[in-house]
C-alpha cells in the first residue's frame, strides 16, 4: 500500500486484486476434481508443476525487465548527482 500512496482509486486496485485472487483460487479449487479425473489421479502433481513453471517463468522476467531497468534508475541517478554538484 505505501508504494501505491498518490496512485488515483488505489484503494479500488488493491481490493479489485484481492477480489480477481480469491475469485481465481475458487475456480481452481472447484476444478481440482475435473483436473484430478483427466490424468488419472495426478492432477494436484500436475497443478504444482504449472504454479513452478508459471512462478519461474514471472521471475525470469522480473530478472531481465530489472537488468534493463536497473541500468537506466543508475543514469538517472548519475544524471541527477551531477546536475545537483554543479549547482553547488
Do not use: C, Y
Not at 498518490?6 to 488493491?14: A, F, H, K, M, T
Not at 484430478?36 to 519461474?56: K, P, R, W
Not at 521471475?59 to 538517472?76: D, F, K, P, V
Amino acid at each position: 500500500m505505501a508504494a501505491t500512496r498518490g496512485i488515483p482509486w488505489r484503494g479500488r486496485w488493491v481490493l479489485g486484486g484481492i477480489f480477481v485472487g480469491l475469485a481465481g483460487a475458487v475456480v481452481v479449487a472447484s476444478g481440482m476434481e475435473m483436473i484430478v479425473s483427466l490424468v488419472d489421479g495426478n492432477g494436484q502433481e500436475f497443478l504444482n508443476v504449472a504454479i513452478l513453471i508459471t512462478a519461474v517463468a514471472m521471475l525470469a522476467w522480473h530478472n531481465i525487465w530489472m537488468a534493463s531497468h536497473g541500468r537506466e534508475l543508475a543514469r538517472q541517478m548519475k544524471n541527477t548527482a551531477r546536475a545537483r554538484s554543479l549547482r553547488w
